[in-house]
């Protein structure tokens, strides 16, 4: 399957200070991406969507001031964590649309697991 | 109407035995169905995926049947070994709507040895 990495893979930062963390696509260009929170034992949370060249759609509830996102290549996606707080810290997931006639999949990253003291 | 249930919660299976997942939908547009693996510390990873014009795919050890009328559809993983146990989410996606995953809850493996 198509590969998509994610850096870091771990983070730990200070309160108030701002994190990003990048999402690449190796092996296939991907024109949608997405970003996704999940605390533990729980299941994938959806933050926004991520489209190429365009502003990103956010998901009810997810502030867009304080998680920036910027898709300025068919190959990486940045999630920006701004003036992070500890109740931001989880576990960050992204993944990456391969899609086309006859196909339509998402390839997840490996995560980055974010720690905001 | 997003929302895909799925169940159990948790399940434990002895070495050898079946494990089987269910998932329900309410969105008749759903038109894409992935179960994605997830071990702890890890991203998910996609295990095997269906569309509605079959009822049923299997790759190895692992089965999705899908029946479109009940709106159901399930993973069946047969022998499993202690090296399935993990957290498997199944989901849904419409080509139309963008793609987007709506995911079920989430079901945690264990299989005794």
């Given at each position: 399957?198509?590969?998509?990495?994610?850096?870091?893979?771990?983070?730990?930062?200070?309160?108030?200070?701002?994190?990003?963390?990048?999402?690449?696509?190796?092996?296939f260009?991907a024109t949608t991406m997405f970003?996704?929170?999940?605390?533990?034992?729980?299941?994938?949370?959806l933050?926004?969507t991520?489209n190429?060249?365009?502003?990103?759609t956010?998901?009810?509830?997810?502030?867009?001031?304080?998680?920036?996102?910027?898709?300025?290549?068919?190959?990486?996606?940045?999630?920006?964590?701004?003036?992070?707080?500890?109740?931001?810290?989880?576990?960050?997931?992204?993944s990456a649309r391969d899609w086309g006639l006859s196909t339509d999949t998402q390839y997840?990253?490996?995560?980055?697991?974010?720690?905001?003291? | 109407?997003q929302?895909v249930?799925?169940?159990?919660?948790?399940?434990?299976?002895?070495?050898?035995?079946?494990?089987?997942?269910?998932?329900?939908y309410?969105n008749t547009a759903f038109d894409y169905f992935p179960?994605?693996?997830?071990?702890?510390?890890?991203?998910?990873?996609l295990?095997?995926a269906i569309r509605p014009d079959v009822?049923?795919?299997?790759?190895?050890?692992?089965?999705?049947?899908f029946?479109k009328?009940?709106?159901?559809f399930?993973?069946?993983?047969?022998?499993?070994?202690?090296?399935?146990?993990?957290?498997?989410?199944?989901a849904a996606s419409s080509y139309n709507q963008g793609g987007k995953l709506i995911f079920?809850?989430?079901?945690?493996?264990?299989?005794?040895?």
């Amino acid at each position: 399957g198509a590969v998509v990495s994610q850096h870091p893979s771990w983070v730990i930062c200070k309160s108030g200070t701002s994190v990003k963390i990048e999402c690449r696509s190796l092996d296939f260009q991907a024109t949608t991406m997405f970003w996704y929170r999940q605390f533990p034992k729980q299941s994938l949370m959806l933050m926004a969507t991520s489209n190429e060249g365009s502003k990103a759609t956010y998901e009810q509830g997810v502030e867009k001031d304080k998680f920036l996102i910027n898709h300025a290549s068919l190959t990486l996606s940045t999630l920006t964590v701004t003036s992070a707080h500890p109740e931001d810290s989880s576990f960050y997931i992204c993944s990456a649309r391969d899609w086309g006639l006859s196909t339509d999949t998402q390839y997840f990253g490996p995560g980055t697991r974010l720690t905001v003291l | 109407q997003q929302q895909v249930k799925q169940s159990p919660q948790s399940l434990i299976v002895q070495k050898g035995g079946i494990s089987i997942i269910n998932c329900a939908y309410e969105n008749t547009a759903f038109d894409y169905f992935p179960w994605y693996q997830q071990f702890p510390g890890k991203g998910p990873a996609l295990l095997i995926a269906i569309r509605p014009d079959v009822s049923e795919k299997k790759e190895g050890r692992f089965t999705i049947s899908f029946n479109k009328s009940a709106k159901q559809f399930s993973l069946h993983i047969m022998d499993s070994q202690p090296g399935d146990s993990a957290t498997y989410f199944c989901a849904a996606s419409s080509y139309n709507q963008g793609g987007k995953l709506i995911f079920g809850q989430g079901t945690e493996l264990s299989v005794k040895p």
